[in-house]
């Protein structure tokens, strides 16, 4: 009876074992496939042709002949958009057409002047003129469409005279026929509605296509480029096909939100037009093609990453993981000898072994105050932020995870092992060395493992000691140089760097421009953790061909 209440409680202990386990592996795929989906987009997408051109501008890269052909046939196929969206803003925004007119005016002033005209010719040309410019003034400050209309259709009455034939005054009636145009289509009491649509127009035509034909180009990249990526490009055709506003369905009733086509905000307008052009040929207009950036993990940001890759942050996370190790590992290793092999059992000793364990628990964040308080302050020698800094300060965060794994592997050795090498004429030391922490070695790396892992992903430590959201790569030096100053080397070690896992922290709490583009977020926690893990696997690899030696394998 016993045996089977004994096998049934067995049975219930492996299944509930084996339930644990596939609902942490449930809910590691629960958070890791989506961030992995969400990450792999920063490599694996579909880009437009913006995105060449920035390839090409920035880094040399593609066919520069084939790039030419594709941005004139995407300039054609916009340059009717473009038409579009240039006449009705000029029939619109009043304050640019006002200055022309007054600067039509202006240079027919000079022009009259360059022709050496006579003094009562000039004074009566000059009335005329300023006439038909006060005329075009008043329609282009009204809002009552009938006198606009009107004035209109009075400055245009001089059009056939004679006097103002091949003069600066023909632009004026330019300027008249253009806003009789869309005096006619629009409401023009609903002018200033108009003008806040198309302010939004603009800005998601840019959004897509870049700077518009004729403006200066931008200072920051992130302007000077349309859309690269077709998830972006049609984020901006949202922008550009709905209008999104909060409207009180009554009085006293709260705010909703209705999506709105902005085709119907300016129906019967000249710009209606635009809108299925572009829905219509938006494959055309930006020629999209899938990608395969791998340079994403070579590249350096551009404008905030909202361009470029992560290259500099895995130098930092690779160079910052390492150097913690080579400076753990063996006052980690030596002191878990020592506490094994060469302490007495007496109080001091156990306090420091609970130092230890209590150091093994505390915050990583005031490990990072610690590290800024002693290597970047007190330490004249390093004295700012640096790799250096940032990275003792992970050695220190990981040394007492390195010790008790030590601690217990050297435990976990027989101590025949001991016996039989003191047996054999070794001495203590000998001993320690050529046959307890070789037969430790596995034991000891899976220490070495975890702490790994944790100094990579360890973000607190280094925000106060050596790493930067934004700044140049560190500069080690060429190898002339070493060999010129050997010293130099290390030269790299006193700047800081940048790392995965303060990138990602900086994006998302203050990096507002790489906010727009979180593909770029979930990319580098997703490098982050593959890094990792490609870490882990080779400590692995190498723990398990030192147990298959130390078993004569």
Known sequence: MRTQIRQSLDKMFTAFAGSVVLLIAGVLLVVLVPMFRKGLSAVFFTETVEFRKLQMDLHDRGDERTLKQELERVAAARKPIYDILLAFSRGLDMEPRVKEVKNIYQQYGEYLNYRNTPKEQYTECRKQAKEIRDTILDALESMDKQVVLANLDKALAQKGNPTFKDTPVQHFFTVAEQYR?????????KRSEYLAGLRDVTAAIRQLFGPLPGEDEPPLPMDQYGATRMDMARKALHTLLWDEQWIADGPGKPLVKKIIARKTQFTGTELEPLFDRVEKNFNALLLPR??????????????????????PEILGTLLLTVLSMLFAVPFGVVSAAYLV???????????????????????SIVYGLFGLAFFVITISAIGKPCILAASLTLSILVLPVIIRASEEAIRAVPQTYREASLALGAGKFRTLVKVILPAAGPGILTGIILSLSRAAGETAPILFTGVVAMGPIPNFGTPAEWVRNPASIFGGLFQPTRALSYGS???AVGDRISMLVPHQQFGMVMTLILLILVL??????????????LRGH
């Not at 145009?181 to 009491?189: E, G, N």
């Not at 882990?536 to 030696?549: G, H, Q």
Request: some cysteine; glycine content about 6%; overall charge positive.
């Open 505 to 507: 922290y900086d994006i």
């Open 181 to 189: 145009k869309t005096a006619q289509t629009v409401d023009l009491t």
């Open 536 to 549: 882990n696997v080779t400590a692995i690899v190498i723990r398990s061909r030192l147990s298959k030696k």
């Open 341 to 363: 092999e060469y302490a007495s059992d007496n109080i001091w000793i156990k306090i420091i072994r609970i130092c230890i364990n209590t150091l093994a628990g505390v915050p």
């Open 290 to 311: 899938h990608r395969f950036y791998w340079q994403y993990f070579i590249d350096d940001w551009v404008n905030s990453h909202y361009f470029g890759g992560i290259g």
